[in-house]
């Protein structure tokens, strides 16, 4: 018996994650099933509709695997949250995946429960790159960031910014066109937007926690998933969970990195990274985002401190010794 | 009677759009007079541009909006256009009323999900989805209105 | 044949049916989009799919854009701005041989600065100018077909709501493109004109000159031109100069003309309603359109045609410059026949990769904008072509009494001129690029 199941996401098929973790995620699946599951990859929302709309098509059935951002639909998937709230991360996405499927498996696994997550992760340290120096946390008055996900954009509300939400394919056009002065987002995502090219400066934060991440799902059909032969659901269940978070997580890892080495070789880019001191500044002056969050899962019945509790307990954990 | 209704919903749906434009415009003047837009500007552009269009349908077809080709059936009598005409009116109105339906269950889980607007806003937009519902079924049933007088020969 | 392609030709050839039918164009996409959609997956998934994708799809920021452009163009003409245009045009160009249709030209395309739409330019200018260039005894077929050509220039000069599709279809900056389009846009502009000059040579009777006016008349014209002016200067200036987003040049542009008409007591309420609901027509006729491919296209892209199609011709090793000839034939050859908003909307997904998968001497997006600006020319060509022109279509709804075919006559010279400019424009990348290298 053979099964052909359908993969949708947002991002066009020159992206890093297509090419890195995507295709050969989906390759890995083919071969391991024999050939028996097929695999189509739909690149930049080619089967219609909106990001915002990526989970209820994996929900309903019109793909039958989604990636997708939870910040793309604000509120609908509040726990995963706690990843997102500043200098709650670490610096790398090998940890964040690690706490973030965990916690999912732990705590929150209920809120996705109409479809078959996958695998649940997030990216590496989020940098600050915009057309003026930030030196420190004053220099962020007034600048305009696009921000990725909601509880971003109030960390940078909180540190005087003006912050703007839209998605990634939009920001080059945004900053032609002076609407935006910069952008968060990690280096991954740099070369894809060309942003080494429109923002000379770029600004870090030093260790971990850092400032803040963004997290993802690979999500399934549920009915697609029950259906599946035993052999070829364990095939799925073999690249599910750490195993494909751990996965998705190196694309950030390895290609972090590499960018960063290309951006800070060029004459007219530089890179600063705010010391201890400095950060801790920034995470005092956002402590009132994560507050209002805390206090926001307490209207909704979730035990938000206990769940940042355990995120901190398992980044501290698995962040030992990883720089 | 339901033709001027659907004028009248078109007419909202310019002034909401009129609307989002001066939003538009006093943004772009905040941003350039404080460095601050109006908060949240971006989404409910979006929202009003949406409701605006969505306003427009049911106008559309009442003024019978819309591009066919007539070259290849011009030599049919006219009863034969009308007939065909007639039919592909009703189809539209099946299609409106069916994405109405479509869009009203949308409505309902847009508001059972809690899902709201990306942005600092993050507004809900479950009621926008049942506005748009019933601009489709209003555009149907306006369709729907128009049969016996192409099926008369009328156009 | 691979099955990818039969069910993708399939789906086109029962569209082509439907349309030949009589069935509107959104209507037919629909109904084929969905059938195919249901046949590659089922009918639950097209059921889920309709609940929220037409919500989405309208509420849609950068396609904000498009209604806001067509009210601006109406509000424009309900407030009396086109008739400016032409007056002023007209105390310019007037006296000269054919004064009263070089004055057509002049307007359309400083109208086109303020309006995205050509259907909207011809109507306008159909009402504002016909009466005139027929009192004085313009050639009716030679007025209505200048009329029709210089209704193209409402989409070659940009705004652009053809752009904006183009753009958003194929993920390309709009802002670019309008500046890739500004120097093709004037090109038409001179063009026309000189095809004027020239028929003007050959037969002076087919269009007298305008009554002579005095220097007071003409300071009078002017200066009421001067707010349209200065609004087209805002629009296209903040946006080339990098001030607006596209989509605020258009809020600010619809809201200046607002302030215009309402400062001069030219735009009263029953104005303001006419020109709301003349734009909501054209808005319901766009967006269902748009409806309608979105679905056929996601259908299209569920059987992997347009992938499959792209990659097979760069493996073939085409001659780039024999492929693009191919696809602006098959453009030529469609526009003739169909609608033009839908014709893009069907074929970029199937022709874009092609076009970008070739290797021209340029970064892709350099190709992507080029491209843009050729498929907007032969857009252009296909709104004035017969059988079906739907500038000609408009014209000829409004001047009842002018045989068609004598409307085709008279637009025949300006496609000979369109085709002209289409082979510089391929010819010469440089005439859509150079503006936007010098701006970015
Ligand atoms: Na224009
Ligand atoms: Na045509």
């Known amino acids: 018996q053979e099964v052909t199941l359908r993969l949708h996401h947002f991002l066009p ?19 391991e099933s024999n050939n028996r599951i097929r695999i189509q990859i739909f690149p930049a929302m080619q089967l219609g509709g909106a990001p915002p709309q990526l989970y209820d098509q994996a929900r309903d059935g019109v793909a039958d695997i989604i990636w997708t951002l939870p910040g793309n639909t604000p509120g609908r998937f509040p726990s995963i949250e706690v990843i997102e709230l500043p200098f709650v991360a670490h610096k790398r996405a090998s940890v964040n995946a690690r706490v973030v499927q965990q916690l999912h498996d732990e705590v929150f696994a209920s809120e996705f429960q109409d479809t078959r997550i996958l695998c649940a992760w997030a990216h590496d340290a989020g940098v600050i790159h915009a057309r003026r120096a930030v030196n420190r946390m004053e220099d962020m008055a007034g600048l305009k960031l696009r921000f990725p996900t909601r509880q971003a954009g109030e960390a940078l509300r909180a540190l005087g910014a003006a912050p703007i939400g839209m998605p990634i394919p939009q920001v080059p056009e945004a900053l032609a066109q002076g609407v935006i002065d910069g952008a968060v987002v990690p280096w991954e995502v740099v070369p894809a937007i060309r942003l080494h090219e429109t923002l000379r400066n770029h600004t870090q934060f ?118 | 009677m339901v033709a001027r209704l659907a004028g009248g919903v078109a007419l909202l749906g310019g002034l909401v759009l009129l609307a989002a434009a001066l939003l538009t415009v006093v943004s772009v003047l905040l941003r350039w007079l404080t460095g601050q837009p109006v908060r949240g500007d971006f989404e409910l552009v979006s929202i009003g541009a949406g409701l605006a269009v969505l306003c427009t349908l049911a106008h559309g077809s009442a003024t019978r909006a ?90 | 044949m691979a099955p990818e392609f039969a069910l993708a030709a399939t789906g086109f050839a029962a569209l082509m049916g439907l349309i030949v039918l009589r069935a509107p164009i959104a209507l037919a996409l629909l109904l084929v989009g969905a059938a195919g959609y249901v046949h590659v997956l089922d009918a639950a998934a097209l059921m889920n799919y309709l609940k929220t994708t037409p919500y989405h799809l309208f509420a849609n920021y950068t396609l904000s854009i498009i209604p806001v452009f067509i009210l601006m163009g109406a509000l424009a003409e309900r407030g009396g701005l086109a008739r400016d245009l032409f007056a002023a045009a007209n105390a310019l160009l007037g006296r000269r041989p054919g004064g009263l249709a070089m004055s057509v030209i002049g307007a359309s395309a400083a ?40 209704g193209t220039l409402g989409i070659l000069i940009p705004p652009s709501v053809i752009l904006v599709v183009y753009a958003i279809s194929t993920e390309q900056n709009v802002a670019k493109l309008f500046m890739a389009a500004l120097i093709p846009g004037l090109l038409a502009t001179l063009s026309y004109l000189a095809v004027i000059w020239l028929r003007m040579r050959l037969n002076p009777g087919l269009g007298p000159p305008a009554p002579p006016l005095d220097a007071a008349e003409r300071r009078a014209a002017f200066r009421r031109v001067v707010p349209v002016l200065g609004i087209a200067v805002l629009v296209v200036g903040g946006l080339y100069g990098g001030v607006f987003t596209p989509t605020e040049s258009a809020a600010v542009g619809c809201i200046a003309v607002l302030a215009v008409g309402l400062a001069r007591r030219s735009l009263p309420v029953r104005e303001i309603r006419a020109a709301i609901l003349a734009a909501a027509e054209t808005t319901a006729m766009i967006f269902a359109i748009l409806l309608g491919a979105e679905i056929f296209n996601a259908f299209l892209a569920l059987t992997q045609a347009p992938d499959l199609l792209g990659l097979w011709v760069s493996e073939q090793g085409f001659a780039p410059y024999a492929v693009l000839a191919v696809l602006l034939l098959a453009y030529l050859v469609l526009g003739a026949v169909m609608d033009e908003l839908a014709m893009i909307l069907l074929t970029l997904p199937i022709f874009f990769p092609v076009v970008t998968a070739l290797d021209f001497g340029m970064t ?60 510089l424009c391929v010819a010469f990348p440089g005439l859509s690029l150079w503006l936007v290298r010098l701006l970015t």
């Open chain 2, 66 to 155: 819309n591009i066919l080709v007539d070259t290849f059936t011009q030599w049919l009598p006219r009863r034969a256009t009308g007939a065909l005409d007639a039919f592909w009116t009703l189809a539209w109105a099946v299609v409106l009323l069916v994405i109405a339906e479509r869009m009203a269950q949308g409505a309902y889980e847009t508001w059972a999900n809690n899902m709201r607007t990306i942005g600092l806003l993050a507004l809900p937009f479950w009621w926008a989805v049942g506005v748009g519902a019933l601009c489709f079924a209003l555009a149907g049933v306006i369709s729907l209105v128009w049969l016996p007088r192409l099926f008369r020969g009328e156009r």
């Open chain 1, 206 to 323: 030093a260790g971990s926690p850092t400032f803040y991440t963004a997290s993802f799902v690979l999500a399934m059909n549920r009915a697609k998933y029950d259906a599946l032969p035993a052999d070829l659901r364990a095939v799925v269940d073999a690249n599910s969970g750490q195993a494909a978070a751990t996965m998705a997580a190196r694309v950030w890892d390895e290609q972090g990195p590499s960018v960063e080495t290309m951006v800070r070789r060029r004459p007219n880019n530089s890179i600063v990274e705010l010391d201890e001191a400095e950060t801790r500044r920034w995470a005092t002056a956002t402590q009132p985002v994560i507050d209002a969050w805390v206090r926001a899962m307490g209207e909704r019945n979730i035990q938000g401190g206990a769940l940042l509790e355990r995120a901190r307990a398992l980044i501290a954990q698995y962040g030992q010794g990883v720089a």
């Open chain 3, 111 to 150: 109208f086109g600065a303020v309006c995205g739409s050509s259907v909207a330019t011809t109507a306008t200018f159909g009402r504002a100018a016909l009466p005139e260039l027929l009192r004085h005894g313009t050639a009716p077929g030679f007025a209505t077909g200048t009329i029709a050509a210089g």
């Open chain 1, 13 to 31: 098929a020159v992206s890093n994650v297509h090419r890195h973790f995507l295709q050969p995620w989906a390759q890995k699946v083919q071969q």
């Open chain 3, 364 to 423: 892709t997006e350099e190709t992507a904008i080029w491209f843009g600006i050729l498929v907007l020319v032969v857009v252009g060509i296909g709104l004035t072509s017969p059988p079906i022109g739907l500038n000609v279509f408009v014209i000829s709804a409004i001047a009842r009494n002018v045989p068609i075919l004598d409307t085709y006559r008279g637009v025949l010279p300006y496609v000979g001129a369109d085709l002209v400019r289409l082979l």
